[in-house]
C-alpha cells in the first residue's frame, strides 16, 4: 500500500472536470440522508466519477496495489461502510478463496457491528478508493475494525480520528502516509512501527495486513518476487554501470519501478532502501525471490 497524494481542492477540481454537476447532486443527497438520519436512496451516483479515482491511483488497487482488470473490477469502495458496519474478525479470516482460514485474535479491540452506518459519508471524496474485487468484494465487504468507540456522525473523516481506524485510507493526507505504518521483508508485508515504539501504528499495520491477507495471497506474492528480481538486477547494472548511458539506462529502470505508477510499489521502495542500507539482507531476499520466480517459471 503506498499513498496517492492530492489536495482535497485538487481532488474536487479533478471530480468537477469530469462530472461538473455531481458535488451539487451529492451534497443534496447526503443533506437527505442527514434529514432521515440514514442511508436511504435506491442507487448511488458514485460510479460517475470512478474514473478520477482510477487515474490518482494509476489504474491500482488502493489496497493491494494489483492492477485493476477488466470492467468487473472497477468498483467504488466506500472506506467507511456507508449503510452498516460487520463485526472483524469473523470466526475466521481470510475466506477460503484468499487463504488458509485461521482464528484471528488479537490483546485489543477491533469494534463492535453497527447498525447505523457512516451514513454522511456515502458521498464523501475522501471516503472513496478504487479496489480490486477480492479487496471490495471478498475481504472489505462492509467490515470496518476500530480501536475506540464509534464516533458521533460526520460527513469529514478527519472528524473521526478518535475512532482510531485500524484499516489505513491511501489517498490524500486524511490518514497517516501507509509507508510509514507497513514496510516490506522481501516480499513479505510488515508493520514499521515496533508495538513498544507506537502501539497504535503497530496495530494498524499488523490489521491492514490481516484484512487484505496481504501475505498469503499469491498473486501479490509471485507480483512481488518478479519486481524483486527484476529491481535486484537493475540496481546491481546501475552499481556496475561503465559507461553514462547505461548509468543512466538503469537509473531511469529504477526510477520507473519505485514510482506510484508501478504495482507492488511499497514492497520494491523496501527492497531498494535495504540494498543500500543492508547489502546482506537484501541479497539474500534476492535470492528468495529468483528462486520463487524460477520455481513458478515466471521467467
Ligand atoms: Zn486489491
Known sequence: MIRYNISLSDLEQRIDVCKPDWRNRAANRTTSFKAAGKYDETGGIWSEIKKVYIDLQHNKCAYCERPLEGSMELDVEHFRPKSSVKKWPPSTWPPKSLGIPKVLTY????????????????????????????????????????AGNRETQSDN???????????????????????????????????????????????????????????????????????????????????????????????????????????????????KKLFYENRSKALLFLKEAQDYVISYGLV
Request: glycine content about 6%.
Open 107 to 146: 490483546g485489543f479491540s477491533t469494534g463492535d457491528a453497527w447498525s447505523e452506518g457512516y451514513y454522511l459519508l456515502a458521498y464523501c471524496l475522501t471516503n472513496y478508493a478504487m479496489a480490486c474485487k477480492n479487496c471490495n468484494s471478498v475481504l472489505k465487504s462492509n467490515y470496518f475494525p476500530i
Open 157 to 271: 473523516p478527519i472528524d473521526l480520528k478518535a475512532e482510531k481506524p485500524l484499516l489505513i485510507y491511501p489517498i490524500g493526507e486524511v490518514d497517516d502516509d501507509p509507508e510509514y505504518l507497513i514496510k516490506f521483508d522481501g516480499i513479505v508485508p510488515v508493520p514499521v512501527k515496533s508495538a513498544e515504539d507506537e502501539e497504535y501504528g503497530h496495530q494498524r499495520a499488523k490489521i491492514t495486513i490481516d484484512f487484505f491477507a496481504l501475505t498469503e495471497r499469491e498473486a501479490l506474492r509471485q507480483q512481488r518476487a518478479e519486481g524483486i528480481f527484476l529491481l535486484g538486477e537493475w540496481l546491481q547494472k546501475f552499481e556496475n554501470a561503465t559507461t553514462a548511458s547505461d548509468k543512466t539506462l538503469a537509473e531511469n529502470i529504477i526510477s520507473a519501478m519505485t514510482s506510484e505508477r508501478c504495482s507492488q510499489a511499497n514492497c520494491l521502495r523496501s527492497f
